[in-house]
């Protein structure tokens, strides 16, 4: 059995900042890419940023220059920094950590009011 613990979510100003979180535990031997989606209400989710365990990272298009994802292998963490938010950045933030199988988080609500 595999958890993911996310935290760092929050009601913040536009122009402001969040630091997300992921956990994972339990029985993994190996983790491949770590990553971050979101889901806006009404909106399918969507791909923020991935990172695989070599470092090599992806990013949305409308992500790139304000967010940084980053991981530490050891503690089998994966974060999110997010700069510079706007509203339309407002969603529910998910964690995937990917092993043999896909892994989620229960998600975490980031809300930007304008």
């Known amino acids: 059995q595999v958890q993911l613990v996310e935290s760092g979510g929050g009601l913040v100003q536009a122009g402001g900042s969040l630091r997300l979180s992921c956990v994972a535990s339990g029985n993994i031997f190996s983790i491949y890419n770590m990553g971050w989606y979101r889901q806006a209400p009404g909106k399918q989710r969507e791909l923020v940023a991935n990172?695989?365990?070599?470092?090599?990272?992806n990013y949305a298009d409308s992500v790139k220059g304000r967010f940084t994802i980053s991981r530490d292998n050891a503690k089998k963490t994966v974060y999110l920094q997010m700069n510079s938010l706007k509203p339309e950045d407002t969603a529910v933030y998910y964690c995937?950590?990917?092993?043999?199988?896909?892994?989620w988080g229960q998600g975490t609500q980031v809300t930007v009011s304008s």
């Open positions: 990172i695989t365990r070599g470092g090599i990272t």
């Open positions: 995937n950590v990917k092993t043999l199988n896909d892994y």
